[in-house]
């Protein structure tokens, strides 16, 4: 009989630490996330700061923006400006890395990327702070002072 109280209690613990891992999961991705792409992925590397949002908004360091969402392991952060760029990636090392794939929309492509519509890129959390979200624009409604740079 008290084997299968602490059978049940261990059982209910481990129950209670995987839901909470699982709520907890999405919570870990915004924050600053240092950023490097390569349209092409021709080994030439550029990079930027990206900061990514609760409210599912980000914002990078280059005039960048858009929207994120997760399924799964799997992160897509769909910009709104430039050539409307979706980066898909998947977690390592424990939720801190991204890395992925990304790829113009079609239609929208500058010569900026090097008139290459595709690329690779990959993405390593910051222990820095979140700035301010204020200044993340609405993907419906850019402000005229944002870039329209491809290169996010």
């Not at 690779?120 to 820095?128: L, S």
Request: proline residues 5%; aromatic residues 10%.
């Amino acid at each position: 009989m008290r084997k299968a109280f602490y059978f049940g209690l261990l059982a209910l613990v481990l129950m209670v630490v995987g839901i909470s891992e699982v709520t907890d999961a999405k919570m870990d991705i915004p924050g600053k996330w240092s950023l490097t792409y390569d349209w092409g992925c021709t080994g030439s590397l550029s990079k930027y700061a990206l900061y990514i949002y609760p409210n599912h908004n980000f914002k990078s360091a280059d005039g960048g923006y858009g929207t994120w969402t997760e399924t799964g392991s799997t992160v897509k952060l769909i910009y709104s400006n430039g050539c409307k760029p979706k980066y898909t990636g998947t977690f390592s090392n424990g939720r801190l890395n991204l890395e992925g794939t990304m790829k113009c929309t079609p239609g929208q492509m500058k010569l900026t990327t090097g008139g290459v519509g595709n690329g690779c890129w990959n993405a390593v959390k910051t222990n820095e702070p979140l700035p301010s979200n204020s200044d993340t624009v609405d993907s419906e409604a850019p402000r005229s002072s944002r870039s329209s740079s491809a290169t996010p």
